[in-house]
């Protein structure tokens, strides 16, 4: 039986102005984990590193159509899907709120493809727009076990995969539902500064005490603080006008 807790750990994320491969380009590259900057202080299970989506989950909302559909496979198959997912997919156009864009036209599919997997249950929650990627929620509801996985190949395709085909396909991205778009938002939010979009420029480049500008920061300090810091202020103090 396939361990999932032994499959290879990568994270595959997108260059940050030559700050890691010395590519400045949007594609994906394997990360091991040990080359990325630590994100856990920031993950408690419900996603609060984003101030304005904790104002919102404080408001009394009518459930979403995403969190019906969560619900219906729970009573239909007597399991349970990880709190942080439901969490999330109950805020009402949490994407728009936070800007969840992707460089690279990534999307979160609107239906969930649930199916059997392993010792669980598995979906895909983020699509590459060419399918040259995939990410996967897998989740244990006896064990309250969860993690995301990615592999280049769709779900029908990996379903039909061996034990030891599947250790060649699918990688450890995250152990946390949360922890992964953490990281993703982060990552395509300094992409997006780095390369300086133009339509982008008042939302990323907010004033020092504001809390996501804080951790953008602090993201890049794993890599180079110096390098990077005159660089950043420069640009943001001129988009402020400061």
Not at 58 to 72: G, H, N, S
Request: aromatic letters at 22%; proline letters at 4%.
């Amino acid at each position: 039986m396939l361990s999932i807790e032994k499959l290879r750990k990568r994270w595959y994320g997108i260059e940050l102005k030559n700050y890691r491969y010395k590519l400045d380009n949007p594609y994906y590259f394997p990360y091991l984990h040990s080359d990325l900057p630590p994100i856990y202080k920031h993950i408690k299970g419900k996603f609060y590193w984003f101030p304005k989506l904790k104002r919102i989950k404080k408001m009394t909302l009518p459930i979403t159509a995403k969190a019906k559909e969560i619900r219906k496979f729970e009573n239909k198959f007597k399991i349970k899907f990880p709190l942080d997912f439901y969490f999330l997919m109950n805020i009402p156009n949490w994407e728009k709120i936070i800007q969840f864009n992707s460089p690279t036209g990534c999307y979160i599919p609107n239906v969930i493809d649930l199916k059997s997997f392993h010792e669980g249950h598995i979906f895909t929650i983020y699509n590459d727009q060419q399918d040259t990627f995939f990410w996967y929620l897998y989740f244990e509801s006896n064990s309250n076990k969860s993690y995301v996985l990615c592999s280049r190949l769709q779900l029908s395709e990996l379903l039909k995969k061996d034990k030891d085909d599947l250790f060649q396909h699918l990688y450890m991205v995250e152990k946390k539902f949360e922890a992964f778009i953490y990281r993703t938002h982060i990552e395509n939010m300094l992409w997006y500064a780095l390369n300086r979009e133009k339509k982008q420029e008042e939302y990323f480049f907010q004033k020092s005490k504001n809390m996501w500008y804080k951790q953008m920061s602090e993201y890049l300090d794993f890599y180079d603080r110096e390098k990077w810091g005159k660089y950043f202020f420069k640009i943001s103090a001129s988009f402020l006008n400061l």
